[in-house]
């Protein structure tokens, strides 16, 4: 199985920065597209940045020029540098990877989320 954890929420001030982190582990052979996404109340779950294997990145218009995705494969895991922060950015973020496991499966994987809290 593969198992994908946030963290590096919390509570910061309109302006700040936060950085995200989503390591996976398991029975991984290769990670390949992840991305973010993001759930405030009363909306649904939308895509904030995604990175591919080969290390193209996009980015949902809102948080271009603020946001940067990145991955450290040799760690399994994927940042979000989050900056100049808006209140208009807390959500519940989320981390979806597509894992190819050691048995040569690729699934889709969720994380657990993480609040991120910007007050103004």
């Known amino acids: 199985q593969v198992q994908l954890v946030e963290s590096g929420g919390g509570l910061v001030q309109a302006g700040g920065s936060l950085r995200l982190s989503c390591a996976a582990s398991g029975s991984i052979l290769r990670i390949n597209t992840v991305g973010w996404y993001r759930q405030a109340p009363g909306e649904q779950r939308a895509l904030v940045a995604r990175?591919?294997?080969?290390?193209?990145?996009n980015y949902a218009d809102s948080v271009k020029g603020r946001f940067t995705i990145s991955r450290d494969n040799a760690k399994n895991t994927v940042y979000l540098q989050m900056d100049s922060l808006r209140p208009e950015d807390t959500a519940v973020y989320y981390c979806?990877?597509?894992?190819?496991?050691?048995?040569?499966?690729?699934?889709?994987?969720w994380g657990q989320g993480t609040q991120v809290t910007v007050s103004s």
């Open positions: 990175i591919l294997s080969g290390g193209s990145t």
């Open positions: 979806n990877a597509d894992v190819t496991r050691r048995s040569f499966r690729t699934d889709s994987y």
